[in-house]
């Protein structure tokens, strides 16, 4: 079946439930050809359950699902030779060496690519005679994105990619996503760390409780809902907020102990907050600033935190 247009992905009023739970509560959404798309939420937002729908391991209660034009419970076998999956959790024999996995994987295809320079792009080169017992977590999943690029797929699913990863590792892995896009695939990325989707995604879907409660860009879901810029710093003396309180910028400001926090929308806060400081002769240390995030963002509209 030909796509009629850019649309690679289309969803209308996707529902799933499990007994008495809505885990998928009547969403909808495109994604475009070359986008990475974003699905963000806490755990249990019912991430997993839309993204098992598009890759037709989960039959939809009620709504539409289509992949590349196809339907993935009517079209399964022909969807599956078109799109790659990296799972939240996954597992492999643990005395399979990392080459004989992608041999084998590229058997279970009738389009594979050579999958040697994909040792090289995910550096995995010195590891092909590795175990997959004695990886890294790191490891383990850059061989699962090799594992999902071995078909050249059109659309690659990524659930949660870099969960139990250290900082360093994760941010080898969001390169990695970026280059699944220049090699002109579709990312549709499913993730709880907002600042993830923030550095990765050209548009993000926020869920909460199966719902899409806000889609945009980063940049506009953040403008859009007004999220505040924060001055903190710390102070030796007894301080009066009325000073900061004062000044046209500022919309509130907040003390724990020796911790101040200056809330503003305008541009240019910082200056207004140091110049107020410096005029009244206020001694401070540790002034630092942090932008509105996406984080900001997903309290803002569900009054709940993120949690890892």
Same mark, same amino acid.
């Given at each position: 079946?030909?796509?009629?247009?850019?649309?690679?992905? &289309?969803?209308?009023?996707?529902?799933?439930?499990?007994?008495?739970?809505?885990?998928?509560?009547?969403?909808?959404?495109?994604?475009?050809?070359?986008?990475?798309?974003?699905? =963000?939420?806490?755990?249990?937002?019912?991430?997993?359950?839309?993204?098992?729908? $598009? *890759?037709?391991?989960?039959?939809?209660?009620?709504?539409?699902?289509?992949?590349?034009?196809?339907?993935?419970?009517?079209?399964?076998?022909?969807?599956?030779?078109?799109?790659?999956?990296?799972?939240?959790?996954?597992? @492999?024999?643990?005395?399979?060496?990392?080459?004989?996995? $992608?041999?084998?994987?590229?058997?279970?295809?009738?389009?594979?690519?050579?999958?040697?320079? $994909?040792?090289?792009? +995910?550096?995995?080169?010195?590891?092909?005679?590795?175990?997959?017992?004695? $990886?890294?977590?790191?490891?383990?999943? %850059?061989?699962?994105?090799?594992?999902?690029? !071995?078909?050249?797929?059109?659309?690659?699913?990524?659930?949660?990619?870099?969960?139990?990863?250290?900082?360093?590792?994760?941010?080898?892995?969001?390169?990695? !996503?970026?280059?699944?896009?220049?090699?002109?695939?579709?990312? +549709?990325?499913?993730?709880?760390?907002?600042?993830?989707? *923030?550095?990765?995604?050209? %548009?993000?879907?926020?869920?909460?409780?199966?719902?899409?409660?806000?889609?945009?860009?980063?940049?506009?879901?953040?403008?859009? @809902?007004? =999220?505040?810029?924060?001055?903190?710093?710390?102070?030796?003396?007894?301080?009066?907020?009325?000073? +900061?309180?004062?000044?046209?910028?500022?919309?509130? !400001?907040?003390?724990?102990?020796?911790?101040? =926090? !200056?809330?503003?929308? %305008?541009?240019?806060?910082?200056?207004?907050?140091?110049?107020?400081? &410096?005029?009244?002769?206020?001694?401070?240390?540790?002034?630092?600033?942090?932008?509105?995030?996406?984080?900001?963002?997903?309290?803002?509209?569900?009054?709940? &935190?993120?949690? &890892?």
């Amino acid at each position: 079946m030909k796509i009629q247009s850019d649309i690679i992905i &289309e969803v209308k009023d996707l529902v799933k439930q499990y007994a008495d739970v809505t885990a998928v509560d009547h969403i909808s959404f495109e994604i475009h050809q070359g986008e990475i798309f974003g699905i =963000v939420g806490p755990n249990g937002a019912g991430k997993t359950t839309t993204i098992e729908c $598009l *890759e037709g391991m989960r039959s939809p209660d009620k709504g539409t699902v289509r992949v590349l034009g196809m339907d993935p419970q009517r079209d399964g076998y022909q969807l599956r030779e078109r799109i790659g999956v990296q799972l939240q959790e996954s597992a @492999l024999p643990e005395r399979i060496k990392v080459w004989e996995a $992608l041999d084998m994987f590229a058997f279970f295809y009738s389009r594979w690519v050579d999958w040697h320079p $994909l040792l090289e792009q +995910l550096g995995l080169v010195e590891k092909s005679n590795t175990p997959f017992a004695k $990886l890294s977590g790191g490891q383990k999943q %850059r061989l699962f994105i090799a594992l999902a690029l !071995v078909n050249d797929p059109d659309v690659v699913f990524l659930d949660e990619l870099t969960t139990g990863l250290d900082p360093q590792a994760r941010r080898a892995m969001w390169d990695l !996503v970026r280059g699944i896009r220049e090699r002109g695939k579709t990312v +549709l990325l499913i993730t709880h760390f907002m600042e993830e989707a *923030e550095r990765l995604c050209d %548009r993000v879907a926020i869920i909460d409780h199966g719902r899409i409660v806000a889609l945009d860009t980063p940049e506009n879901l953040i403008r859009s @809902l007004g =999220v505040e810029n924060r001055v903190i710093f710390s102070v030796d003396d007894s301080f009066d907020k009325q000073r +900061l309180q004062m000044l046209s910028g500022v919309d509130r !400001v907040e003390q724990i102990g020796e911790r101040i =926090v !200056v809330y503003g929308r %305008r541009d240019g806060l910082v200056g207004e907050v140091v110049n107020a400081l &410096e005029g009244g002769g206020i001694r401070f240390r540790d002034l630092r600033t942090e932008q509105p995030s996406l984080e900001d963002v997903f309290l803002a509209l569900t009054g709940r &935190e993120m949690q &890892e």
